[in-house]
C-alpha cells in the first residue's frame, strides 16, 4: 500500500447523492500525487465544491473512496485546509485573530506565542495585507477577505489544501498578482491542493492536471495533461504556444460537454 503509486489523494469513484435524490457529482477518479496541485473546471451545479466538501470531511454521505497515501482519508489525522467560496472568516474577529484562532486549531499544542505571532505576521506580509491586521472582516473589500482566507490557508500548513474559487472577486490584475504569489507559496511549502475555478486561463496556469467536469453527471470528467504548460516559468505560460493548444483542447471539451 506504500508504493509511490499510492503517494497523494486518491479519489476513488466517488459520487454524491443528495436526499433528494439529486446527483450533485457524478463519478469522479484521479489520483492527485502529494504536494501535487490540480484544478478544476465546469459549468455551475456540476459538483465542484461538492467534490471539495466531500474531501474538507464537510460532507460524510458520499459513494466511493478516498484515500490518502494509501489508507482511508476519514482514518488519519490529517489536516485539511479549506478556502470556501464565501471566504469562512469569523466576522467578530480581527484578520490577525482569525488566522490565530485557525492556527489554534491546528494545532494546539503548536508553536509559542512569539513563533506564531512571527508567523503570522510572515503570511499577512507575504498576502501584502499586513496593514490590514487589526481590521474586522466586513470592513474589507472581496479581495482583501480573500487574501486573508488564503494567508490563514497557509498558515495552519495544511496537508491538503482545498480552494474554491478564491480569486473570483478579484479584477484581472490582482487576480494575476495573485495567481503568481499563490504558485510561489505552493512551490515554497509544498501542499496537496486541489483549486475550483471557473476561469479557463486560471485553470491552466495553476494546475498540473485539469480536471473538467460535465454538465451530463453521467458523462465521466475530462482529466487533460497540462504539465508542458505547468513546467514554464510562469511569466511566460500565458505567451506559450503550449498556453494556447491547451484552450483550444479546453474549449473543445467544453463544447462536447458543458
Ligand atoms: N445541500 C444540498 N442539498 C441538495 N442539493 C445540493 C446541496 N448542495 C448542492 N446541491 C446540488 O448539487 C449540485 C452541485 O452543486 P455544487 O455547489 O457542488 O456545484 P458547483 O459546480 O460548485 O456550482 P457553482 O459553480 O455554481 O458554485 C447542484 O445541482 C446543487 O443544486
Same mark, same amino acid.
Request: a neutral charge.
Given at each position: 500500500?506504500?508504493?509511490?503509486?499510492?503517494?497523494?489523494?486518491?479519489?476513488?469513484?466517488?459520487?454524491?447523492?443528495?436526499?433528494?435524490?439529486?446527483?450533485?457529482?457524478?463519478?469522479?477518479?484521479?489520483?492527485?500525487?502529494?504536494?501535487?496541485?490540480?484544478?478544476?473546471?465546469?459549468?455551475?451545479?456540476?459538483?465542484?465544491?461538492?467534490?471539495?466538501?466531500?474531501?474538507?470531511?464537510?460532507?460524510?454521505?458520499?459513494?466511493?473512496?478516498?484515500?490518502?497515501?494509501?489508507?482511508?482519508?476519514?482514518?488519519?489525522?490529517?489536516?485539511?485546509?479549506?478556502?470556501?467560496?464565501?471566504?469562512?472568516?469569523?466576522?467578530?474577529?480581527?484578520?490577525?485573530?482569525?488566522?490565530?484562532?485557525?492556527?489554534?486549531?491546528? !494545532?494546539?499544542?503548536?508553536?509559542?506565542?512569539?513563533?506564531?505571532? @512571527? *508567523? &503570522?505576521? $510572515?503570511?499577512?506580509?507575504? %498576502?501584502?495585507?499586513?496593514?490590514?491586521?487589526?481590521?474586522?472582516?466586513?470592513?474589507?473589500?472581496?479581495?482583501?477577505?480573500?487574501?486573508?482566507?488564503?494567508?490563514?490557508?497557509?498558515?495552519?500548513?495544511?496537508?491538503?489544501?482545498?480552494?474554491?474559487?478564491?480569486?473570483?472577486?478579484?479584477?484581472?490584475?490582482?487576480?494575476?498578482?495573485?495567481?503568481?504569489?499563490?504558485?510561489?507559496?505552493?512551490?515554497?511549502?509544498?501542499?496537496?491542493?486541489?483549486?475550483?475555478?471557473?476561469?479557463?486561463?486560471?485553470?491552466?496556469?495553476?494546475?498540473?492536471?485539469?480536471?473538467?467536469?460535465?454538465?451530463?453527471?453521467?458523462?465521466?470528467?475530462?482529466?487533460?495533461?497540462?504539465?508542458?504548460?505547468?513546467?514554464?516559468? !510562469?511569466?511566460?505560460?500565458?505567451?506559450?504556444?503550449?498556453?494556447? @493548444? *491547451? &484552450?483550444? $483542447?479546453?474549449?473543445?471539451? %467544453?463544447?462536447?460537454?458543458?
Amino acid at each position: 500500500m506504500s508504493s509511490s503509486r499510492n503517494n497523494g489523494l486518491c479519489v476513488k469513484e466517488l459520487e454524491v447523492e443528495y436526499k433528494s435524490g439529486e446527483l450533485a457529482l457524478g463519478r469522479v477518479d484521479f489520483t492527485l500525487p502529494e504536494h501535487g496541485i490540480y484544478t478544476i473546471l465546469g459549468p455551475s451545479g456540476s459538483g465542484k465544491s461538492t467534490l471539495l466538501r466531500a474531501v474538507s470531511g464537510l460532507l460524510l454521505e458520499f459513494r466511493g473512496e478516498l484515500l490518502f497515501n494509501g489508507q482511508s482519508l476519514r482514518e488519519q489525522d490529517i489536516l485539511i485546509g479549506l478556502v470556501p467560496q464565501n471566504y469562512g472568516l469569523l466576522p467578530w474577529k480581527t484578520v490577525k485573530s482569525n488566522i490565530r484562532v485557525a492556527m489554534k486549531i491546528a !494545532h494546539p499544542k503548536g508553536q509559542d506565542r512569539r513563533s506564531q505571532e @512571527a *508567523q &503570522i505576521d $510572515r503570511w499577512l506580509s507575504a %498576502m501584502g495585507i499586513q496593514e490590514l491586521a487589526d481590521r474586522y472582516p466586513l470592513s474589507l473589500s472581496g479581495g482583501q477577505q480573500q487574501r486573508v482566507a488564503i494567508a490563514r490557508a497557509f498558515a495552519i500548513m495544511p496537508s491538503i489544501l482545498l480552494l474554491d474559487e478564491p480569486f473570483s472577486a478579484l479584477d484581472a490584475i490582482t487576480r494575476e498578482a495573485l495567481q503568481q504569489l499563490f504558485l510561489e507559496h505552493w512551490q515554497a511549502n509544498p501542499t496537496t491542493a486541489l483549486f475550483v475555478t471557473h476561469d479557463v486561463d486560471e485553470a491552466i496556469l495553476l494546475g498540473q492536471k485539469i480536471i473538467v467536469l460535465p454538465s451530463n453527471k453521467r458523462d465521466a470528467p475530462e482529466i487533460i495533461d497540462n504539465g508542458t504548460v505547468f513546467g514554464l516559468e !510562469h511569466g511566460e505560460k500565458r505567451s506559450s504556444d503550449a498556453f494556447f @493548444a *491547451q &484552450i483550444k $483542447r479546453i474549449r473543445k471539451v %467544453m463544447q462536447a460537454k458543458w
